[in-house]
């Protein structure tokens, strides 16, 4: 049993994939602040219960709607 919030190794290469796959979806690049701050997001929302990686993608979008390329000049 894992504890709430606390990513085991397959946990934690999962929620890598989902963060790499949303943010080259959405045209963030690897050094971009856009990465970091949902990266910061991701963690937050598995912290507080959100393990489902479709659950945490739509949490992502809501979001991430003022850090996609397009909306930052």
Same mark, same amino acid.
């Given at each position: 049993?894992? @504890?709430?919030?606390?990513?085991? *190794?397959?946990? @934690?290469?999962? #929620?890598?994939?989902? @963060?790499?796959?949303?943010? *080259?979806?959405?045209?963030? *690049?690897?050094?971009?602040?856009?990465? *970091?701050? @949902?990266?910061?997001? #991701? /963690?937050? #929302?598995?912290?507080?219960?959100?393990?489902?990686?479709?659950? /945490?993608?739509?949490? #992502?979008?809501?979001?991430?709607?003022?850090?996609?390329?397009?909306? /930052?000049?």
């Amino acid at each position: 049993m894992t @504890l709430r919030g606390i990513a085991d *190794e397959k946990q @934690l290469a999962t #929620l890598t994939r989902i @963060l790499d796959d949303y943010c *080259e979806q959405a045209g963030i *690049e690897g050094s971009h602040p856009a990465r *970091e701050h @949902l990266a910061r997001r #991701l /963690i937050a #929302l598995f912290s507080g219960g959100i393990d489902s990686p479709d659950d /945490i993608r739509m949490a #992502l979008d809501s979001i991430s709607k003022d850090w996609k390329p397009s909306a /930052i000049q």
